[in-house]
């Protein structure tokens, strides 16, 4: 089973995926094409700014009533007959959802998107005390046959090719060699994935709004797996961050209108179930979950990325998501959001994913709920280097750098020796292995004059 | 940077506030201040326009792809004003080139594809001159450019509107 | 409980500062045509469109196992009332459903009820139909939301198109693990 165990030197893994530069180019033109989906539907939507900056404010009030909100949702699920249940860490969301399924001797899970099980390593702990787990997910359940990661929260296979694909249903489900059809496969899988439903004992589902004044969940979904996991078993199981809660009923057309169009183009998924507690003589258990989410409000730098409703559009967008996939980010979530959240929970292991941005602000442009993601990028850079996680040749450039840079005279004197050598040297020298901006660039050429002499010389100029 | 940036580096107080509420880009001051919004004189080239990232989305020299607001764009404006200038269609008409600071030497090959794929961009358009705003993303582009040997040539947008009044 | 009092404990205690609930009031865009905007956006998610002045008019494909919740629409072969076990009504071919209301800005039909096998019937039937009044077409989602204030049924869904998923290089396949066909029929 995979592990994210290393250290995540984004810049190597970067470069190992771009060394096949057509494959890099098919998955930046995949994922580009699926934000210019989002562009399309978005242009329908004349009150999208709108719209961005009502979920902004939503998420921001209910982040400061965030317990008040909590509350009043337990109350109101357990009002309908469903069991809530609280989780400090990802052990205790492990422990907890294992413990209602041995009570019960299901053996088979059936399971439905949620990140929040990906981050708590669920899968594992559970196959590791004898419960079959199926991803009924397409996608997921394509990288689970495959033993990987999902790269993208939205899309996990987009790293795969329909070939790639075709082989390994070729393998699991016994399709003919060869076939890469999308819709001969996707019919395989449905036949696959239905025969596991039914055989399920439980089934999980993630949360993508849980409605404070209702004691409901609301689950966003397209494939019809997840409604037939939380209807064919008699046990339902739905895992929630503390974040998902929203107010009231009225606040979910602001986030509903901007979910899917935000991350497929769609202008809403095929199914946004709303469940009221369980069904006629079934279970629902809910499982509110932390791990690291309460610590990350008290931090005002990096709150406002709990307003998250994980919709991929800053993935999508960002130049270096598409051009270096998501396994480089070795976290669960990638992209942009990705490298806010890993780095915020294990700082060391995590340390290259601020740097892994050029900041160009397009991510903070696309996201739903204004979350400027950018801004806190480079927030997070300033905490990792004062917490000295930053690499030492790096660090100890930029003192260099500074230093110069802060001394007129050697500033000066820095700028007429690079003017004077730098033409001089021999070619292997100055694009040595010790120069990484030279091993793809030319370096400018050096100008014969600096800016003040030739400022100095102009008629009536002064320095 | 000085209106956006200088006050995360902790300074502050009544000099900054001065001086920031000074500073402004070239084209921003061209057209908010001097109130000219189309440069005058010629320059009968095809130019590919790369909307720099800081130009573009701090500074909101333009609208941007992403946003749904009303479209403008300050750089493009005073461009199209010149004679005989052919502004190119670009396929990704604001991706950033790459170059980001650190950035470009820290992810060293992640950079240089987004320059390249920039440049292929611009060259499938059919320019001649890359032009923008930032004096980094042109020195990354044209370091590209020289290295492999393209048919481009970079200009600052300042030596595009001097040079079209000769 | 000791993990919900720390939870809870540690929002408290770093809770920012109150920031208050926004005026949602003028969002959402009022189409001067739903009707029409909702045929053409039940056919931008995969779905068809029936307008007819009575239920009557319907005519529904021959299928072997149905369910039908809407009367005048199709006969039930399947009575939900029998059903103790959703697994139970693994092949069924057609269901007809009634919607509470639709939505022309994203061809949304919404679809709740409370009986034990109905929550899986709307997800596990070869083919879908729902069935709306054409007064009980609205403009946008804030709309809708506005209409369902205060009910609180077993189960709700918003139903849009056909299932579907674009999981295997983004290629759109319909028809992915529910409904293959969905059908908005607007009756008057």
């Known amino acids: 089973m995979w592990r994210y165990a290393f250290r995540v030197d984004h810049p190597s893994s970067a470069a190992r995926f771009l060394a096949d530069s057509g494959r890099a180019h098919w998955h930046d033109q995949a994922v580009w094409w699926v934000r210019q989906k989002r562009d399309a539907a978005a242009s329908l939507v004349p009150d999208w700014e709108a719209l961005r900056d009502a979920a902004a404010r939503i998420k921001a009030h209910t982040l400061s009533r965030l317990a008040g909100y909590l509350e009043e949702f337990e109350r109101n699920a357990l009002a309908l007959g469903a069991r809530v249940h609280w989780a400090r860490d990802a052990a205790e969301h492990n422990a907890i959802v294992h413990g209602i399924l041995a009570e019960r001797g299901v053996t088979r899970l059936v399971k439905s998107k949620s990140m929040l099980t990906e981050e708590c390593r669920l899968n594992p702990y559970l196959e590791a005390r004898g419960i079959e787990v199926v991803d009924t997910d397409l996608g997921e359940r394509i990288v689970q046959l495959a033993e990987e990661p999902p790269s993208h929260i939205v899309m996990p296979a987009i790293h795969r090719k329909k070939e790639e694909i075709g082989e390994l249903f070729h393998v699991h489900l016994g399709t003919r060699r060869g076939v890469s059809d999308p819709a001969l496969l996707t019919e395989a899988a449905r036949h696959h994935l239905r025969a596991k439903l039914l055989a399920a004992g439980a089934g999980l589902t993630g949360v993508n709004f849980a409605v404070a004044e209702l004691g409901a969940l609301v689950v966003c979904t397209n494939e019809g797996n997840a409604d037939l996991g939380a209807s064919l078993p008699p046990l339902h199981i739905a895992c929630m961050g503390v974040e998902k809660i929203v107010p009231r009923a009225r606040d979910l057309p602001v986030f509903l209108r901007l979910l899917a169009r935000s991350a497929t183009g769609q202008p809403i998924t095929t199914y946004t179930t709303h469940y009221f507690g369980p069904q006629p003589g079934g279970e629902l258990h809910i499982v509110i979950v932390d791990n690291g989410r309460s610590a990350q409000l008290g931090d005002e730098r990096l709150r406002r990325s709990l307003a998250c409703i994980r919709c991929g559009a800053c993935m999508n967008t960002c130049p270096v998501f598409r051009r270096s996939g998501g396994h480089s980010y070795g976290y669960t979530v990638p992209g942009p959001i990705g490298s806010i959240l890993a780095p915020t929970r294990q700082p060391a292991h995590h340390a290259t994913l601020p740097f892994a941005s050029s900041l160009c602000g397009s991510c903070s442009d696309v996201c739903p709920v204004r979350i400027d993601l950018h801004h806190e990028l480079l927030e997070l850079r300033h905490a990792l280097a004062e917490k000295r996680l930053v690499p030492l040749g790096k660090r100890l450039a930029l003192r260099l750098a500074a230093f110069v840079l802060g001394w007129t005279g050697l500033y000066r004197l820095a700028g007429w020796l690079a003017r004077r050598l730098v033409p001089r040297l021999p070619r292997s020298w100055v694009y040595g292995a010790w120069n990484a901006w030279g091993r793809q660039r030319e370096l400018p050429p050096m100008p014969r004059a600096s800016f003040r002499a030739l400022y100095r010389r102009r008629p009536g100029g002064r320095a | ?166 | 409980m000791a993990a919900r009092e720390e939870i809870l404990a540690a929002l408290r205690r770093n809770a920012p500062a109150p920031a208050p609930a926004p005026d949602l009031a003028g969002l959402g865009a009022d189409f001067p045509e739903p009707l029409a905007e909702l045929e053409r956006s039940v056919a931008a998610v995969g779905g068809q469109f029936l307008r007819v002045s009575d239920r009557g008019a319907v005519v529904l494909p021959p299928s072997k196992r149905v369910v039908s919740l809407v009367p005048g629409i199709g006969r039930s072969t399947v009575d939900l009332d029998d059903v103790t076990d959703p697994r139970a009504l693994a092949d069924l071919d057609l269901a007809v459903l009634p919607g509470e209301l639709a939505v022309a800005e994203n061809g949304a039909v919404w679809v709740e009820g409370r009986r034990l096998g109905q929550r899986a019937v709307f997800v596990i039937a070869e083919h879908l139909v729902l069935v709306v009044a054409a007064a009980d077409v609205v403009s946008n989602l804030h709309q809708a939301y506005a209409r369902l204030e205060g009910r609180r049924p077993g189960y709700g869904v918003f139903i849009s198109g056909p299932s579907k998923t674009a999981d295997i290089e983004q290629a759109l396949v319909v028809g992915a693990q529910g409904a293959r066909t969905c059908t908005v029929v607007v009756v008057g």
């Open chain 2, 1 to 166: 940077m000085v209106r956006h940036h200088y006050r995360d580096l902790g300074l502050s107080g009544p000099r900054l506030d001065a001086v920031a509420g000074a500073t402004r880009e070239l084209c921003e001051f061209l057209v908010d201040v001097l109130g000219v919004t189309r440069a005058s004189g010629a320059f009968p080239h095809r130019v590919g326009l790369h909307q720099s990232c800081h130009g573009l989305r701090e500074l909101r020299l333009g609208s941007g792809t992403e946003r749904r607001v009303p479209g403008f764009n300050k750089v493009r404006s005073l461009l199209s004003g010149l004679e005989g200038i052919s502004l190119v269609e670009l396929a990704r008409p604001d991706e950033c080139c790459g170059f980001g600071g650190t950035f470009a030497v820290a992810e060293e090959a992640v950079s240089c594809m987004m320059g390249r794929d920039r440049l292929e961009d611009h060259e499938r358009a059919g320019a001649e001159i890359v032009t923008a705003v930032d004096m980094s993303c042109l020195m990354h582009l044209d370091g590209l450019i020289r290295r492999d040997k393209r048919p481009l040539r970079v200009m600052h947008v300042a030596e595009i509107l001097a040079n079209a009044q000769h």
